[in-house]
């Protein structure tokens, strides 16, 4: 098409809508329709220049369809998801503040450091919305390579030990960062890319060799500490990712093929090389009674809890004894809510940790933008898992671990690392109209 002419035209449109992000979308989908009107025009007898100028002309003015567009062509932001944060970021003071004994004369300081934590990252959401995430897709190698470094230093120079794993650091002046959670958020970065990229492994060496060794080096380094959590989390949001991503069926075939393999390999190596430790885990599970002092105890602590609760429970002044539920502010806060507000509270309380998953869910496939895309689905299932797993570890469904869920558990780590993938999300979903489709 004659360039002068159309770009004149698009230079005109795009000068009315303020989102410059949204001006290559725009020149793209007017492109394509003046070439279809050309195409008809040429059709019928016209020059090539007079069917483009016909054509511009059917368009209208361009004025007035660039002030239309800046309409349509709006960021966006999706209000509900944010009072539902809130909502579920509010309710997770309450196993803080009256919860948990062994912390009851250190309130204060907990409920500062929670509210620090949200402080900060709701400064960094604030930021990273406005952050134009397709900005990072070509960073993936970066990303990995952070991941790396900061589990190599947490390995090789010491962190400090919470709940038996090798897997927080002390910086600035002290303060502990669960590295674990920082690194499976620059996993979770770069794999995003990598998917969004799969045509560059584009040899069975580079597919079978590359990819196979960039996913278990994590795992076997996360095995060090160790994490099992942070290790179930980091599997399972790359499954799903790869589940979506644009992976040709005989290299899709052939990664699951290899990685099952690994997989059982790496089964049978933990398992042999535990000591009887996962067996024992297993065993409280499935018999509690059979050890009701030992790897039993908390299972029917938590059984008698949910049994006495009531609709309403027994309030939040409850008296605290030595049978009472620990670790209520992180591990154990569902429990700890069911306990005192009662199962009334705690559908109400699943209902919208359920609409806020799905309302993540959603938001995936709203976007034409398959980075973008990933980015949500795998953001998705790092808030999800762990969600429905700490539940049914709570009502004694699935065996118990260490693993919390988002907003409502205690600790400064965890909330910063999620608000940040939340803003990542909300970014893409801000962009979900200015978006050059490229699924």
Not at 198 to 224: C, D, E, R, T
Request: with cysteine.
């Amino acid at each position: 098409m004659s360039s002068s002419l159309i770009k004149e035209f698009l230079s005109k449109v795009t000068s009315k809508v303020k989102v410059k992000e949204a001006h290559n979308l725009i020149e793209k989908e007017l492109v394509d329709h003046l070439q279809e009107l050309s195409l008809s025009y040429q059709q019928k007898q016209l020059s090539k220049e007079d069917a483009e100028k016909k054509a511009i002309q059917e368009m209208g003015n361009p004025y007035t369809l660039g002030e239309s567009l800046n309409k349509v062509h709006q960021p966006k932001m999706d209000w509900f998801l944010i009072v539902l944060f809130l909502a579920i970021a509010a309710i997770g003071f309450v196993p803080l503040i009256y919860g948990e004994p062994r912390i009851i004369n250190a309130i204060s300081s907990f409920v500062i450091k929670q509210l620090i934590g949200y402080l900060i990252s709701i400064t960094v959401i604030i930021g990273i919305i406005k952050l134009d995430y397709r900005k990072l897709k070509n960073g993936w190698t970066f990303f990995y390579g952070i991941g790396l470094m900061l589990q190599l230093c947490t390995v090789l120079f010491g962190g400090v030990t919470v709940n038996g794993s090798k897997s927080w650091l002390a910086i600035f002046g002290g303060v502990g960062v669960d590295m674990t959670l920082v690194t499976l958020f620059f996993y979770f970065l770069a794999w995003a890319g990598i998917f969004s990229k799969m045509h560059v492994f584009n040899s069975w060496l580079k597919q079978g060799g590359a990819l196979v060794i960039l996913f278990w080096l994590p795992i076997s380094i996360y095995l060090i500490f160790p994490s099992y959590m942070v290790m179930l989390l980091y599997f399972l949001c790359l499954a799903v990712m790869f589940a979506f991503s644009n992976v040709h069926r005989k290299l899709a075939i052939k990664l699951v093929a290899v990685n099952l393999i690994a997989s059982l390999c790496f089964i049978s190596i933990m398992l042999v090389s535990s000591q009887g430790y996962f067996m024992d885990r297993l065993l409280g599970f499935l018999h509690p009674n059979s050890d009701p002092y030992g790897e039993g105890y908390m299972y029917l602590l938590l059984k008698d809890a949910f049994l006495q609760a009531g609709w309403f429970g027994h309030g939040l002044e409850q008296e605290l004894t030595l049978h009472t539920i620990v670790n209520t502010h992180t591990d154990f806060a569902f429990p700890y809510l069911v306990s005192t507000l009662g199962w009334a509270f705690g559908i109400a309380l699943c209902t919208v940790l359920l609409a806020f998953i799905s309302r993540l869910s959603i938001n995936a496939f709203k976007t034409k933008d398959r980075y973008g895309r990933l980015l949500v689905i795998g953001g998705a299932t790092l808030f999800t898992v762990p969600t429905i797993y700490n539940i049914l570890m709570g009502v004694g469904i699935v065996p118990i671990i260490g693993i919390s869920i988002p907003f409502i558990s205690y600790g400064v780590s965890i909330i910063v690392v999620y608000t940040v993938i939340l803003g990542l999300i909300l970014s893409v979903y801000r962009r979900k109209d200015m978006v050059v489709e490229t699924w």
